[in-house]
């Protein structure tokens, strides 16, 4: 492997990927919306300015293994590890040394190591810096571990002409990051720590402002883990009449005061993690904080602030039996939520949820391309066979965007009712092409 650049006159050159195999494009294909993705916007922020930086978000246009570049840095998520593997060797076989970071990387270190020349586990608002210099002065280590969550006080803007909408409609950026429980399946414990930062407001929302497009994302883990800091960024953002939606805990629909703010600086729907209608399934995997029996309030609560909520459901719990399907689409139906995500539960590797499930022999493989949570089961589920929560999955995403769960559910809601109504008609429509 090359340690330093290129000859001294000449511009380093790095590649920075985004990477999602076919496999999961394939599979995530009926999502209507084209998401913006930051990680390496905001990474190439870091980069000192005498490096030439590229970006291919692999969403968008695919990797070409010949281009020309001193450092390849590749992202990703678990089920495009045996593709970035593939394309980690395409590279290093024409002598480019390879970097890979994101969660997959975090999550189990030495399952990537294997396969890059660097690897970065955890957070790397101090080690990748760190690592550019050691790699420009032929020093590196093979291994940069972020023990240390790091502040985010002076987290740079992520660099906006990297991003795949060259229109910059697609305003997408975080304010804060981590959070604090320890939730069996999700894998933000072990990337961040459980350790909660924000960004200075003021930073926060000159990046939202200096978006020229209406929509803005936070990309955050939920918006509403520290309630007074967001209230702060609700009035610093208010003035810049734009319309914004982010993920946040069911407590997010209990507190007035921040749905209120929230609504007046411009939110328009809410992501929550709902997961499962089953107070023993959330006990069973540490989500206690998921009150079940609080669930409709909530939902209520966040409508009449003329905010929508989109919910993410879970199914393969080890409560779950052939019933929860129906029972979860009449709560919602019921509930008159406007949009959802399901999913089907996926331990990924170096959660608990995983650790558990092996222990027990219930993992049914390690092929990570299938841990895409939409159309493979990966370990044996308690009380059903894998087929029975598959067709469950489906039926719910079936019944869920049909005309007559839509025209349900917006009725009893018409919270937003002239971009609910679009977005699930596409959805209806996208799922019916799939068909
Ligand atoms: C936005 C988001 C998405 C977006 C955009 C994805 C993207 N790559 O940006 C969309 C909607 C497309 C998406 C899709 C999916 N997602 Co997602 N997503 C997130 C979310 C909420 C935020 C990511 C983000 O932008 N963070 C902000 C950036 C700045 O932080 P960061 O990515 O953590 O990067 C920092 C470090 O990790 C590190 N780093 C990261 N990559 C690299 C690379 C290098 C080279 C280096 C040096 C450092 C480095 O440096 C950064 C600064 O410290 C996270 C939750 C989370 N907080 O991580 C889940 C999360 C990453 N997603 C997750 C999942 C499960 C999925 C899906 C599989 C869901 C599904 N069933 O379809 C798909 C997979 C898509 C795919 N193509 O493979 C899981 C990851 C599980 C796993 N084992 O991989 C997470 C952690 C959610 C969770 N709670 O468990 N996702």
Excluded at 129 to 135: A, V
Excluded at 138 to 157: Q, V
Excluded at 251 to 278: T, Y
Aim: charged letters at 25%.
């Amino acid at each position: 492997m090359q340690g330093t650049c290129r000859g001294s006159t000449e511009r380093p050159r790095l590649l920075l990927i985004t990477a999602s195999s076919p496999e999961i494009q394939r599979v995530r294909r009926t999502r209507v919306l084209n998401f913006q993705q930051i990680t390496m916007p905001y990474l190439a922020a870091f980069v000192p300015a005498h490096w030439d930086v590229v970006h291919i978000d692999e969403a968008v246009t695919p990797v070409d293994v010949t281009m020309k570049a001193d450092l390849v840095a590749m992202t990703f998520h678990t089920p495009s590890a045996p593709h970035v593997y593939m394309l980690s060797a395409e590279f290093r076989k024409r002598g480019v040394p390879v970097v890979l970071g994101g969660p997959h990387v975090t999550l189990v270190p030495d399952d990537a190591q294997a396969h890059a020349d660097v690897i970065f586990v955890g957070e790397a608002e101090t080690s990748w810096p760190r690592f550019l210099n050691d790699f420009e002065h032929g020093r590196h280590t093979t291994r940069y571990d972020s023990r240390i969550p790091p502040l985010l006080d002076n987290a740079p803007m992520a660099r906006k002409d990297l991003f795949h909408r060259c229109d910059y409609s697609a305003g997408r950026l975080f304010a804060t990051r981590g959070c604090p429980h320890r939730c069996d399946f999700c894998a933000l414990p072990i990337l961040y720590q459980r350790t909660v930062r924000t960004r200075p407001v003021d930073a926060v929302a000159a990046e939202y402002a200096s978006f020229p497009g209406k929509v803005i994302i936070f990309w955050d883990d939920n918006l509403a883990n520290d309630t007074a800091y967001a209230k702060n960024l609700f009035l610093a953002i208010m003035r810049y009449k734009k319309w914004w939606s982010s993920q946040v805990s069911i407590q997010a629909g209990m507190d007035d005061e921040f749905l209120e703010l929230a609504a007046r600086s411009g939110c328009k729907q809410l992501f929550i993690g709902l997961e499962s209608i089953s107070q023993n399934s959330m006990d069973d995997v540490n989500k206690t904080f998921n009150r079940v029996q609080d669930y409709a309030g909530a939902i209520k609560r966040i409508h009449s602030h003329g905010i929508a909520v989109q919910s993410g459901i879970v199914f393969g719990f080890e409560d779950d039996t052939e019933t929860i399907f129906r029972s979860t689409l009449d709560f919602l139906e019921e509930a008159g939520v406007q949009n959802a995500t399901f999913n089907i539960l996926t331990p990924y590797p170096g959660t608990k949820l995983y650790q558990r499930l092996e222990a027990e022999g219930r993992i049914l493989t390690r092929d990570w391309s299938k841990y895409n949570g939409r159309e493979d089961v990966v370990f044996q589920p308690r009380h059903m066979s894998s087929k029975t929560l598959l067709e469950g999955y489906r039926y719910a995403n079936e019944r869920f965007y049909s005309w007559r769960s839509l025209s349900r559910r917006l009725s009893r809601s018409p919270v937003g009712l002239w971009w609910t109504l679009p977005l699930n008609l596409a959805y209806t429509w996208a799922l019916r092409c799939r068909r």
